[in-house]
């Protein structure tokens, strides 16, 4: 077994602002795992909050745990070693993707297959981050035209107040009449709970599918004041980083986001959907500022999933990487053996 890693800056078409702060270019991780003359490929996108902050933390820490004897190891188990290390789950996460990207590999089989699930069909969300109205304004058409994208994730929690989220979000409404898309929204935890009970209702009025994430991670007990009579449904995204965190918010959400990132990866996903089934949860599956191979990888198992954010890899220009492609507003990994994710050779070779 043999790891070969690999630093690669990701440019993006626009900035993403969000209520903690503004995400631009920024480099990422990718790993070849060889074995046996068969190769999978992974992908890191650091994030402090994913106690990784920088690629050479990433592979600092893999190194760490490769030297830990884990080459005959299954994925629960070199998880479970991870969490118990203190490995960042955005650095497991990319190991994770390329050991089950060799294993499909090896049985000949598109990963989805691999795993007995149904290819991807339900369309994506893009998002657009927290911008002044006269920026969605110019924008919007920028992200639709020429495009077969349905649904649009909108990021509120601005710092400036609701105020702020009410101009930013009537704008959108304006801008995107003309495309019929469906609107969701994320906040990021950048409410009080007043100010989330508040705008869920405001929203509700105008059409959202749902709300993400409408308190901030640790005030979970507040879940139960917005749940009761809740006028949108309610996911949670960075309350749920693990599988274990499926359990102790159930009774009060309407579902969880996961992320390969935050999670883990593959391996902690399929529990988490699982887990989710268990409670009676919807599920979403989302991303940070990654490219087509932790797109790909993700989208693999987004067959099985309600609600899709697979998104990041078309606000890169360019995307380093092969793997996805959008067809009818659905983000569907190519249909290969393995997850299809392949980082470009002119970034490796």
Not at 214 to 242: A, Q, T, V
Not at 287 to 294: F, K, L, Q
Not at 314 to 323: A, E, I, R
Not at 338 to 348: D, F, M, T
Request: proline share 5%; aromatic share 8%.
């Amino acid at each position: 077994m043999q790891l070969k890693f690999y630093k690669v800056l990701l440019k993006k078409r626009f900035p993403l602002a969000i209520s903690r702060g503004i995400r631009g270019d920024a480099y990422n991780l990718f790993l070849s795992f060889e074995k046996d003359g068969i190769i999978g490929w992974g992908e890191a996108a650091p994030g402090k909050n994913e106690n990784a902050g920088s690629v050479e933390e990433v592979e600092s820490q893999l190194n760490i745990l490769m030297a830990e004897g884990i080459e005959n190891k299954t994925t629960q188990e070199i998880n479970k070693i991870a969490r118990a290390m203190g490995i960042a789950p955005c650095a497991t996460a990319a190991l994770d993707m390329a050991i089950w990207d060799w294993k499909a590999k090896n049985k000949d089989l598109p990963l989805h297959q691999f795993l007995h699930f149904p290819p991807p069909s339900v369309p994506t969300s893009i998002t657009i981050g927290i911008n002044h109205p006269e920026v969605v304004k110019e924008r919007i058409p920028l992200m639709f035209e020429d495009s077969t994208i349905k649904a649009l994730k909108v990021k509120l929690g601005a710092p400036q107040g609701i105020e702020a989220d009410q101009e930013m979000f009537t704008q959108v409404l304006e801008s995107t009449k003309k495309y019929g898309i469906k609107i969701r929204v994320d906040a990021n935890g950048g409410w009080s709970t007043s100010e989330a009970i508040f705008m869920m209702k405001w929203l509700s009025y105008r059409g959202v599918d749902y709300i993400e994430q409408p308190i901030k991670e640790g005030e979970e007990e507040d879940l139960k004041y917005l749940y009761h009579n809740r006028p949108l449904p309610i996911y949670i995204d960075e309350s749920c980083r693990y599988s274990e965190d499926v359990a102790k918010w159930a009774e009060y959400i309407d579902g969880v986001n996961m992320k390969l990132m935050k999670c883990g990866g593959i391996t902690d996903a399929l529990r988490i959907i699982q887990l989710a089934k268990q409670y009676k949860l919807k599920t979403m599956i989302g991303c940070m500022s990654e490219s087509s191979v932790a797109i790909a990888a993700a989208a693999s198992i987004s067959g099985v999933i309600d609600h899709i954010d697979l998104d990041s890899h078309y606000n890169l220009n360019p995307d380093p990487s092969t793997g996805v492609k959008m067809i009818n507003g659905v983000t569907i990994p190519d249909f290969v053996p393995g997850h299809g994710g392949i980082l470009k050779p002119q970034y490796y070779a």
